[in-house]
């Protein structure tokens, strides 16, 4: 029901010409009515939903599954009508392809106990079954780790977390309150989502805990250890992130993200001088060549000089692959490829071309639409504008979970106000109102924020966005 929203408020949003000035603003409720009671009676969003996660699975960039992936979206966005059905390579990928095919990890003294864990993407493979004590790294600066040289070869080493694990009486999915909104409507400073402002960054901190990773991980490298061992925060699940690889480089030493109670468990035994061992089994497979794919469709525009505008909309394919990326981002792009069905089913002619974009290697740094940037708005290394500049008219992101639209961030953009503010009038009954002068950040809308194009994304209820 949020999600059927949450696509209502984005589709009449989409046939909205962007830089009419607000006076001559059009709001053609008729359209508004057609949309709201086809999705009322038509909706896809659970199908979308099921097939995006159960059954396309993680969609880790470069890996099997994502390229598995966008070919079944491309053949589901052909299915819909849609045209100029495309896999778009826009950028190589600089990390390669990267699949894990096997994940055993267990605790094997002083008893046995199998942990659900998830390897590091971009990480090696263990030597087969490897079976070894365990050992907790206790280092606070790079000249602590003397104190463990040509004591770790072949052992299992545990990585220092303080995270600990804080019991919360109050609900983990939670929704924007009205002081809230208020509040963002009014204040204006940078950072959008609440739990994602950074807060007095302190980057001497930063810096140190850096160069002390980096000596670290140089210093394991040459003592021939198994397989290291992170905590995932203080997350019930094991996180999945991916290591600093430039594909070429030799393969990263097998590492794994324990949940914190696998973690802690070990840790308290090592503590007490409990000797702890474990098995490790990792098969991971590295391939070569892998370009950022953007999977995109449309619907041509109609009038004959505006036709070559466009309008368009986006949120990444790519996900992490230790689940099914179903808030981040399976949500979003549910929500872009049903609001474009619903336009086509409805039999739209906008005059202007509607394009989605499903983007690539999002998570590895914006590559997705980096590259449709670079391909075709600007030249990265001349900064020469490309046709597609000019033809630009607007961008809608979304990648902040399965929330419903509350409202929009202007970016910094105070001329745009009215125009959003006409056009979500009509959408009040469904608590998306709120138009805030603020900035979001870390996601796809930035490449084209940073070339001062109009690129927006929406204010989201939290949800459990951000909560493992
Ligand atoms: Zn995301």
Not at 224 to 232: E, H, R
Not at 407 to 414: F, K, T, W
């Amino acid at each position: 029901m949020k999600k059927m929203k949450t696509g209502m408020a984005l589709i009449a949003l989409l046939l909205m010409p962007l830089f009419l000035a607000a006076q001559t603003e059009k709001v053609d409720l008729d359209m508004f009515y057609k949309i709201k009671q086809f999705e009322k009676s038509n909706s896809q969003i659970e199908e979308l939903s099921f097939w995006m996660t159960d059954y396309l699975g993680p969609r880790l960039t470069g890996s099997q599954n994502k390229a598995r992936t966008n070919n079944i979206v491309k053949s589901k966005l052909e299915e819909m009508g849609l045209s100029n059905v495309v896999i778009d390579p826009v950028r190589p990928f600089d990390r390669g392809g990267w699949d894990n095919e096997k994940t055993y990890v267990a605790m094997t003294a002083p008893y046995y106990c199998a942990f659900t864990a998830t390897p590091k993407a971009w990480t090696g493979s263990t030597k087969g079954l490897v079976k070894g004590e365990v050992i907790m790294l206790t280092v606070q600066n790079p000249d602590d780790l003397n104190q463990y040289k040509g004591k770790l070869k072949g052992k299992i080493v545990m990585m220092p977390s303080s995270a600990t694990y804080t019991v919360r009486f109050e609900a983990i999915a939670s929704r924007l309150t009205e002081e809230e909104l208020e509040a963002l409507e009014k204040d204006n400073i940078s950072g959008g989502r609440r739990r994602g402002s950074p807060v007095n960054f302190d980057f001497e901190a930063y810096q140190k805990a850096r160069q002390m990773m980096q000596a670290q991980a140089e210093f394991l490298k040459n003592e021939g250890i198994a397989a290291i061992i992170n905590q995932s925060g203080e997350f019930n699940v094991p996180r999945s992130n991916g290591a600093n690889y430039r594909a070429g480089d030799k393969e990263p030493i097998p590492e794994i993200n324990l949940p914190i109670e696998a973690y802690g468990r070990m840790a308290r035994m090592i503590q007490h001088e409990v000797p702890v061992e474990m098995e490790i089994e990792i098969k991971n497979r590295f391939s070569k060549g892998d370009q950022v794919n953007n999977v995109m469709a449309e619907i041509p525009g109609s009038d004959p000089n505006l036709k070559d505008e466009v309008v368009l909309l986006g949120a990444h394919l790519d996900s992490w692959h230790g689940g099914t990326g179903a808030a981040d981002n399976a949500s979003g792009c549910i929500v872009m490829m049903e609001a474009i069905r619903i336009l086509k089913e409805l039999g739209v002619q906008p005059r202007r071309t509607i394009r989605v974009a499903l983007w690539d290697g999002e998570e590895q740094g914006l590559h997705g639409s980096r590259g449709y940037v670079e391909k075709y708005l600007r030249d990265p290394q001349s900064y020469d504008l490309k046709p597609g500049f000019e033809k630009f008219n607007v961008y809608f992101n979304m990648d902040n979970g399965t929330g419903r639209y509350r409202g929009i961030y202007l970016q910094g953009n105070e001329m745009i106000r009215p125009v959003f503010e006409t056009w979500m009038a009509p959408l009040d009954n469904l608590d998306c109102s709120t138009v805030t002068i603020r900035n979001t950040g870390g996601t796809d809308h930035q490449s084209f924020d940073a070339l001062g194009l109009p690129a927006f994304q929406f204010i989201q209820d939290e949800i459990e966005y951000g909560r493992g």
